[in-house]
Nanobody
Framework: QVQLVESGGDLVQPGGSLRLSCVFS????????MGWYRQGPGKQRELVTT???????NYADSVKGRFTVSRDNAKNTVYLQMSNLKPEDTAVYLC?????????????WGQGTQVTVSS
């Protein structure tokens, strides 16, 4: 069974930076595509970024140039470096792990970490 634990959320002023971490507990982390999603107050969950098992990345237009996703397979951890934060980035940020082995899809979510951007 896989568990995902996010950390690093905080209250930060506009223009500030934060780094989120998501620790993957389980086997075969290197086979999983990892994603960061967010859900702001009164909003639907939205994709922020993904990083494949091979390290390819994809970003939502709203965060391109400000956010950077990375993974450390030795530490079973994925990171989200966020800079030039804006009030509209305020949300619970959730980590997702997804893979397909043979015909079986495995999909896991963390509990989330709160990011609040406010002066």
């Amino acid at each position: 069974q896989v568990q995902l634990v996010e950390s690093g959320g905080d209250l930060v002023q506009p223009g500030g930076s934060l780094r989120l971490s998501c620790v993957f507990s389980g086997r075969l982390f290197r086979l999983y595509a990892m994603g960061w999603y967010r859900q702001g107050p009164g909003k639907q969950r939205e994709l922020v970024t993904t990083i494949t098992s091979a390290g390819s990345t994809n970003y939502a237009d709203s965060v391109k140039g400000r956010f950077t996703v990375s993974r450390d397979n030795a530490k079973n951890t994925v990171y989200l470096q966020m800079s030039n934060l804006k009030p509209e980035d305020t949300a619970v940020y959730l980590c997702n792990a997804n893979t397909k082995i043979w015909t079986q899809t495995y999909d896991y979510w963390g509990q989330g970490t709160q990011v609040t951007v406010s002066s």
